[in-house]
T-cell receptor, first 114, second 112 residues
Framework: KAGVTQTPRYLIKTRGQQVTLSCSPI?????VSWYQQTPGQGLQFLFE???????NKGNFPGRFSGRQFSNSRSEMNVSTLELGDSALYLC?????????????FGEGSRLTVL | DAKTTQPTSMDCAEGRAANLPCNHS???????VYWYRQIHSQGPQYIIH???NNETNEMASLIITEDRKSSTLILPHATLRDTAVYYC?????????????FGAGTTVTVRA
């Protein structure tokens, strides 16, 4: 069974640009969550999607957005990049039912903003 | 979600059991205890979870105290590949909240 796939694995952008990251969940998983990991703040929840609808959202500015497609694949977008957006962005998928199901994480997309 | 308290770091000898404590004194009745670990430069990996009873799987055992205010993750025979940051997380089972609130975790170093 293939795991969670995130692309690209590494990317470099400059301030003011935008970036789109992609996540393909495990087959059959319908819930996709996104997390940001930085040395200073640790792992922080961005948002979670289920059946193309955002169900939960963390405390991030509106520059951070996402969406989910009918095949459960998800993308997140960060506009007007800032230096502080440099981080490892992690995607996790879940069966979404039962609610006690564990999350399966991808290896992340490492974004560097110059 | 209830907050958790873990030691910042701990060392363990290869081949010995590693016992990782976690305090979650404000846990409520519908909240599960989850353990994840993150090996350097990889995404977090699910280890185990439980509600009231002790749990065991191929990776580890989870011992939850009777009052549920604390728990211990046991890696029975630690190997060098178990060196990682271990996160203890408490999460509600109600609704459709799949958010995990990660703390700083415990950095476990397994030494040969």
């Amino acid at each position: 069974k293939a795991g969670v796939t995130q692309t690209p694995r590494y990317l470099i952008k400059t301030r003011g640009q935008q970036v789109t990251l992609s996540c393909s969940p495990i087959s059959g998983h319908r819930s996709v969550s996104w997390y940001q990991q930085t040395p200073g703040q640790g792992l922080q929840f961005l948002f979670e999607y289920f059946s193309e609808t955002q169900r939960n959202k963390g405390n991030f500015p509106g520059r951070f957005s996402g969406r989910q497609f009918s095949n459960s694949r998800s993308e997140m977008n960060v506009s007007t990049l800032e230096l502080g957006d440099s981080a490892l962005y992690l995607c996790a998928s879940s069966l979404a039912a039962p609610n006690t199901g564990e999350l399966f994480f991808g290896e992340g997309s490492r974004l560097t903003v110059l | 979600d209830a907050k958790t308290t873990q030691p910042t770091s701990m060392d363990c000898a290869e081949g010995r059991a590693a016992n990782l404590p976690c305090n979650h004194s404000t846990i409520s009745g519908n909240e599960y205890v989850y353990w994840y670990r993150q090996i350097h430069s990889q995404g977090p990996q699910y280890i185990i979870h439980g509600l009231k009873n002790n749990e065991t799987n191929e990776m580890a055992s989870l011992i939850i105290t009777e009052d549920r205010k604390s728990s211990t993750l046991i890696l029975p025979h630690a190997t060098l590949r178990d060196t990682a940051v271990y996160y203890c997380i408490v999460r509600s089972s109600r609704g459709n909240d799949y958010k995990l609130s990660f703390g700083a975790g415990t950095t476990v170093t397994v030494r040969a």
